[in-house]
T-cell receptor, first 111, second 114 residues
Framework: EPEVTQTPSHQVTQMGQEVILRCVPI?????FYWYRQILGQKVEFLVS????????KSEIFDDQFSVERPDGSNFTLKIRSTKLEDSAMYFC?????????FGAGTRLSVL | DQQVKQNSPSLSVQEGRISILNCDYT??????FLWYKKYPAEGPTFLIS?????DKNEDGRFTVFLNKSAKHLSLHIVPSQPGDSAVYFC?????????????FGQGTILTVHP
């Protein structure tokens, strides 16, 4: 099973600040995803990323979100100006065949 | 948008007995289904999957059944163990896209009592 490492495990930020969440795949994969889970709600798809391009994004993934793979290894999710409602667990995943393997997540707390 | 539904928020089972977790879906384009287990403060862990061309897939104590006509799938765990206590998510992939996004159900909290 592919290993996915996410940092930080917990991020606390003030409303309006920018945050960058990081994901490091241990093995070489091409398909990456970001999901989030607001407390008490279901896991929701944000964006998928293939071959250094966004392949699909949800309605949640608006202009304040961006993704990139700056150095060919780290996969990042940036939230430009955080809002209170961005508080959630954010999960990175990568795909092997049709199976997606998830990291442990980053808990984002926006105050 | 409730394309994948898990109608039972929780399930309590005695150790050694069978656990049956259910999932319904509405999107007929879904053609691949997965079950994930999640512990607190961890990410979802893949358990078992099934393609829409099959009606059953088995892996050790875990069996997934798919009824396409009813748009229903279920996960059977036999025998249940206390370590199985976790939140179980059903997820589905739209067959129209390669490596498509997962659409998740709300999850079912399984508690297995010793």
């Amino acid at each position: 099973e592919p290993e996915v490492t996410q940092t930080p495990s917990h991020q606390v930020t003030q409303m309006g600040q920018e945050v960058i969440l990081r994901c490091v795949p241990i093995s070489n994969h091409l398909y990456f995803y970001w999901y989030r889970q607001i407390l008490g709600q279901k896991v929701e798809f944000l964006v998928s990323f293939y071959n250094n391009e966004i392949s699909e994004k949800s309605e949640i993934f608006d202009d304040q979100f961006s993704v990139e793979r700056p150095d060919g290894s780290n996969f990042t999710l940036k939230i430009r100006s955080t809002k209170l409602e961005d508080s959630a667990m954010y999960f990175c995943a990568m795909a092997q065949s049709n199976i997606q393997y998830f990291g442990a997540g980053t808990r984002l707390s926006v105050l | 948008d409730q394309q994948v539904k898990q109608n039972s928020p929780s399930l309590s089972v005695q150790e050694g007995r069978i656990s049956i977790l259910n999932c319904d879906y509405t999107n007929s384009m879904f053609d691949y289904f997965l079950w994930y287990k999640k512990y607190p403060a961890e990410g979802p862990t893949f358990l078992i999957s099934i393609s829409s061309i099959k009606d059953k897939n088995e892996d050790g104590r875990f069996t997934v059944f798919l009824n396409k006509s009813a748009k229903h799938l279920s996960l059977h765990i036999v025998p249940s163990q206390p370590g199985d206590s976790a939140v179980y998510f059903c997820a589905a992939i739209d067959g129209g896209t390669s490596y498509g996004k997962l659409t998740f159900g709300q999850g079912t909290i399984l508690t297995v009592h010793p």
